[in-house]
């Protein structure tokens, strides 16, 4: 028999329905703990983390500094920085995980599947042809050939190597 090893998600699982702080907002707000809470980089009005309960290794999220619930409620400048960063995330993905393809997208309120329902967030995931395997569909598992420790150091050194571009305001 094979065991897997997910230390990482017991936390989450064990803790479904229990009230916590905003973890954007508390990354948002230490930039001198940008390790612990797993920022990539950050622009001047979002950052960029990694999913501490990823979905697969590279998981990503484009996090924007302000606490709104909604592509509404925020400031269009921070939308603008935002696809911004999603773009530099796709291109910062493709080299370091050379994926056939991306996930990108929002799940705005809870019932659309948000786990932190009042900050928006947009997710960017590297995916493979045939990364759906029995393991996902039958077993509800996945298998990440990946540590968050060693996906953190690889994807802040790539968006280290090349910083955002100033907008043309022209």
């Known amino acids: 028999m094979d065991y897997l090893w997910t230390p990482w998600r017991y936390q989450y699982v064990t803790n479904v329905g229990v009230p916590v702080a905003c973890?954007?907002?508390?990354?948002?707000?230490?930039p001198n703990r940008d390790r612990d809470h797993l920022v990539i980089y950050r622009g001047a009005r979002n950052l960029v983390m990694l999913n501490r309960f990823p979905y697969t290794s590279g998981h990503v999220m484009v996090v924007?500094?302000?606490?709104?619930?909604?592509?509404e409620a925020a400031a269009i400048e921070t939308l603008e920085e935002l696809i911004r960063l999603a773009q530099l995330a796709e291109k910062h993905l493709r080299a370091v995980y050379r994926p056939d393809g991306l996930n990108l997208g929002f799940n705005i309120g809870q019932s659309a599947g948000a786990g932190i329902a009042g900050h928006i967030h947009m997710h960017a995931l590297p995916r493979w042809t045939g990364d759906t395997s029995f393991m996902t569909s039958i077993g509800e598992t996945r298998v990440?050939?990946?540590?968050?420790e060693t996906?953190?150091?690889?994807?802040?050194t790539a968006f280290g190597a090349e910083p955002l571009k100033k907008i043309d305001s022209r």
Not at 23 to 30: L, S
Not at 64 to 71: A, Q
């Open 23 to 30: 973890i954007f907002c508390e990354a948002a707000a230490d």
């Open 64 to 71: 924007p500094y302000e606490h709104v619930s909604s592509l």
């Open 144 to 148: 990440l050939p990946e540590d968050l």
């Open 151 to 156: 996906s953190w150091k690889r994807l802040h």
